[in-house]
């Protein structure tokens, strides 16, 4: 029998108390934001969602900077609700750009993939430091799109490791399954569009590292996602680390990234040369 896609992709369906949770997400990073040392609103295209919010550590101990993107399904939320994801990283010394892009169905999807290439590639040449790419939800599927880009093709100027690594957290890699469910209202993705968008489909960034980590207690689909990106990616060259979080559920899995001590924290700040 196949899966049900619509009962395990709609992840605010499954987490009845998801609106608690995204409410104290907007607390708490407009609290971070308050005190952080940060820039916000830095622009990186003509768009009025195309910003980010550089978050800074007082010392910098790595040799990269990390991306945050966020999630929403490509049609939902802002980066104000993420600020605090900075957190843990900024205490390992490490500087955090947390993304804006613009959202679905205003803009293709495939527009969404461009900007976050053109965010990373202004971060290079505004610090030239390659830049770790993490994110959730859709922020990993496009965490994972930065890893597996080829920058030569975005601009003759970039360095062709601009993105080293890629922590997907809950990310979505093969964007087929969607088409069959609500969620594809805003996004209005054929098959073959989806297949396109599909970092699982392009040509795996060899000799590159890829992590994706998803909650326990999420969807199978949600486990099965992560796997099988690990798994075909890690026979093309990629290197590659599957973890599960114990008893997250999609909602919650991000919330260790608020923790310097946390392992998630520790691991983003070991791949970005802290």
Same mark, same amino acid.
């Given at each position: 029998?196949?899966?049900?896609?619509?009962?395990?992709?709609?992840?605010?369906?499954?987490?009845?108390?998801?609106?608690?949770?995204?409410?104290?997400?907007?607390?708490?990073?407009?609290?971070?934001?308050?005190?952080?040392?940060?820039?916000?609103?830095?622009?990186?295209?003509? #768009?009025?969602?195309?910003?980010?919010?550089?978050?800074?550590?007082?010392?910098?101990?790595?040799?990269?900077?990390?991306?945050?993107?966020?999630?929403?399904?490509?049609?939902?939320?802002?980066?104000?609700?993420?600020?605090?994801?900075?957190?843990?990283?900024?205490?390992?010394?490490?500087?955090?750009?947390?993304?804006?892009?613009?959202?679905?169905?205003?803009?293709?999807?495939?527009?969404?993939?461009?900007?976050?290439?053109?965010?990373?590639?202004?971060?290079?040449?505004?610090?030239?430091?390659?830049?770790?790419?993490?994110?959730?939800?859709?922020? #990993?599927?496009?965490?994972?799109?930065?890893?597996?880009?080829?920058?030569?093709?975005?601009?003759?100027?970039?360095?062709?490791? %601009?993105?080293?690594?890629?922590?997907?957290?809950?990310? %979505?890699?093969?964007?087929?399954?969607?088409?069959?469910?609500?969620?594809?209202?805003?996004?209005? %993705?054929?098959?073959?569009?989806?297949?396109?968008?599909?970092?699982?489909?392009?040509?795996?960034?060899?000799?590159?590292?890829?992590?994706?980590?998803? #909650?326990?207690?999420?969807?199978?689909?949600?486990?099965?996602?992560?796997?099988?990106?690990?798994?075909?990616?890690? %026979?093309?060259?990629?290197?590659?680390?599957?973890?599960?979080?114990?008893?997250?559920?999609?909602?919650?899995?991000?919330?260790?990234?608020?923790?310097?001590?946390?392992?998630?924290?520790?691991?983003?700040?070991?791949?970005?040369?802290?």
């Amino acid at each position: 029998m196949s899966p049900d896609y619509e009962t395990e992709y709609n992840n605010r369906a499954r987490v009845p108390e998801h609106p608690g949770i995204i409410a104290g997400w907007q607390t708490d990073a407009a609290a971070y934001r308050a005190t952080a040392l940060c820039e916000l609103g830095v622009s990186y295209g003509e #768009g009025e969602r195309q910003l980010y919010d550089l978050f800074k550590p007082e010392t910098i101990l790595g040799n990269a900077l990390v991306m945050f993107i966020h999630g929403g399904y490509w049609q939902a939320l802002d980066r104000s609700f993420f600020s605090h994801m900075a957190r843990g990283l900024n205490q390992l010394g490490l500087p955090v750009a947390v993304v804006g892009y613009d959202l679905c169905p205003q803009v293709h999807l495939g527009h969404i993939v461009w900007e976050l290439q053109q965010a990373a590639a202004a971060l290079w040449r505004r610090f030239n430091l390659p830049v770790i790419a993490t994110g959730h939800s859709a922020g #990993g599927h496009l965490s994972a799109c930065t890893l597996a880009t080829d920058w030569k093709n975005v601009a003759a100027d970039l360095p062709e490791h %601009l993105v080293p690594a890629a922590y997907g957290i809950s990310g %979505l890699y093969n964007l087929k399954p969607l088409t069959e469910t609500s969620i594809n209202t805003a996004l209005g %993705l054929s098959m073959e569009a989806a297949e396109l968008e599909s970092p699982l489909f392009w040509s795996a960034p060899s000799r590159l590292t890829m992590d994706a980590v998803v #909650g326990g207690e999420e969807s199978a689909e949600y486990h099965k996602q992560s796997r099988r990106l690990v798994d075909v990616w890690g %026979l093309e060259g990629v290197t590659t680390r599957y973890e599960e979080i114990p008893g997250a559920n999609h909602f919650t899995v991000i919330t260790g990234l608020t923790d310097p001590d946390n392992a998630m924290t520790r691991r983003i700040a070991t791949l970005a040369g802290a």
